[in-house]
């Protein structure tokens, strides 16, 4: 089974956003620059009573301290590394949120089903596009956008009902939380396959959705 970033070879990672000991500012110009995503500030983390609480005011926050802090966060986004540099310097502990939909969707599964897939993967010799490991234990492989609309029928050929696996395809209306933001108290995202320059291209959903479907199928 892969541990995180096993799959990055070192030689790889040299111009790619480094995260430790930069900040949050720093990591969202990074990723509009380097990979021309669009980003926007979400949610962050106050300390109450040497508790960690998100900043939407709920005590219950399901994601706290990343998720959007406003309903129109799709107008927010952007890809201008000078205009996200302006939105962080505002709140510089804001999350980091990416849109699906635009530059990339994201394929989310259970996390013991993508390291499982992520083996499958390696030994078809898959090329992958980068993958996020969440706190709340859920992996994000980033494709082509038009998978939110072509996976279900795709998953539908392998033989699978759609409801009958733990695979959501995230595209247009979405959004994923990009490293290093934190879910409160339970850690922070991390990559589990790093943006490097030989993932720039990214897969289509087609390439990944036997093993992804296999993996969650075996999870089940």
């Not at 490991?133 to 998978?147: I, N």
């Not at 290093?180 to 943006?195: E, I, K, L, N």
């Amino acid at each position: 089974m892969f541990s995180v970033e096993e799959t990055i070879p070192a030689t790889e990672a040299a111009q790619i956003p480094k995260q430790r000991g930069e900040t949050l500012l720093e990591t969202a110009v990074r990723y509009a620059e380097e990979r021309h995503w669009d980003v926007f500030p979400g949610t962050w983390l106050e300390a109450v009573d040497g508790v960690q609480l998100c900043s939407c005011g709920d005590a219950a926050c399901p994601a706290p301290g990343a998720h959007a802090a406003r309903p129109d966060w799709a107008s927010q986004a952007t890809g201008s590394a000078t205009v996200a540099r302006r939105m962080w310097q505002k709140q510089p502990n804001a999350s980091i949120l990416l849109p699906t939909g635009r530059t990339f969707d994201a394929i989310s599964v259970p996390e013991t089903a993508g390291f499982l897939a992520l083996a499958r993967m390696e030994r078809m010799e898959l090329s992958l596009g980068p993958v996020t490991l969440t706190p709340d234990r859920r992996m994000h492989f980033f494709v082509l956008p038009g998978a939110s609309v072509k996976v279900p029928e795709l998953v539908r050929k392998l033989g699978w009902s759609v409801g009958s696996l733990d695979l959501v395809a995230l595209g247009e209306g979405a959004y994923v939380a990009g490293p290093p933001t934190r879910f409160g108290s339970r850690g922070a995202v991390q990559w589990a396959c790093r943006p490097t320059p030989a993932n720039r291209w990214l897969p289509d959903a087609e390439e990944l959705i036997s093993p992804l479907a296999y993996a969650c199928g075996r999870d089940r």
